[in-house]
């Protein structure tokens, strides 16, 4: 029989990062996307005030995707909106 190992520790960290990394993107990608269907829904005010805040958690699970994925990715996302770097100053 094989020896009892944690199955995780043949799995790079950067990997683990990468796709918890993704799949919190995901996630905020929807929350963002819930809040559109909310006025075609039977809800009182309340309960609609109440589901605003999947915006809340959206962006803070947002900002908490780009801090796992880095700076590449971010710059991937800027540049599919179509968001130019800064110049950097010259020397």
Do not use: H
Request: aromatic letters at 12%.
């Amino acid at each position: 029989m094989p020896d009892n190992q944690d199955i995780s520790q043949n799995i790079p960290a950067a990997q683990w990062k990468s796709v918890l990394g993704y799949s919190l993107l995901l996630a905020s990608c929807v929350a963002w996307l819930a809040i559109f269907a909310l006025p075609f829904l039977d809800l009182s005010g309340a309960q609609i005030a109440g589901a605003t805040t999947t915006l809340i958690i959206g962006e803070v699970v947002f900002w908490l995707a780009i801090f796992l994925l880095g700076r590449p990715a971010w710059e991937r996302i800027k540049a599919f909106f179509g968001i130019k770097p800064k110049a950097e100053p010259p020397e």
